[in-house]
């Protein structure tokens, strides 16, 4: 996650100090994101100072600590406007734990197994999409709603793929399973062979 691009957006409002960026940063993504770790955020401001995008000033307090003030710098403006000029990729591809579940209990030939599976996640993204309802009914800001109802969408994309999921392979008395549980598995120099057969 860009989070140091979060940060040049909090800057370019103005100068500010960690606890005080901790707190913006959280008020303005709303409780779905969770907590921004404080050492994360000084790591993070301290790379963006090193980079030459923010300017840190250590300001002297007459009770508590030296407070350091950063304040975003015209290359940290540039990166942040070419930040949001662009699109942003899905970082990870499609690498998810539920899926690799889904995987094992299709090979496994038990649909027992794929139903537990399947019906353990549904229930849990039920609750989840529940539970972010009524966090954006009760959200007061616009773009905190937002991301509630972008995190909506993605519990109900993940619904949507479980019953898709459920009608492949368990679909004709879970013939798929059965195919899946006896093919033989393909080895390295299998698909190496296939793939130099395609190309």
Known sequence: ????????????RGPSYGYELKGSFEDAVGPQWGALNIGHLYQILDRLSRDGMVLAERQPQP??????VYEITPGGRAELDRWLNEPSPRSGGFRDDFFLKVTAAARSGSGQTVRTVLG???????????????LRRRADDPVVGLLLAAASRHVEADLAFIDHAEAVLLADGAKVLADLATAAPVTGSEQAGTTRAAG
């Open 120 to 134: 353990n996640q549904r229930g849990h993204l039920m609750r989840e999409l529940r539970n972010l309802d009524g």
């Open 1 to 12: 996650m860009a989070i140091q691009h979060a940060v040049l957006a909090l800057l370019a």
């Open 63 to 68: 009770v508590k600590p030296d407070r350091v």
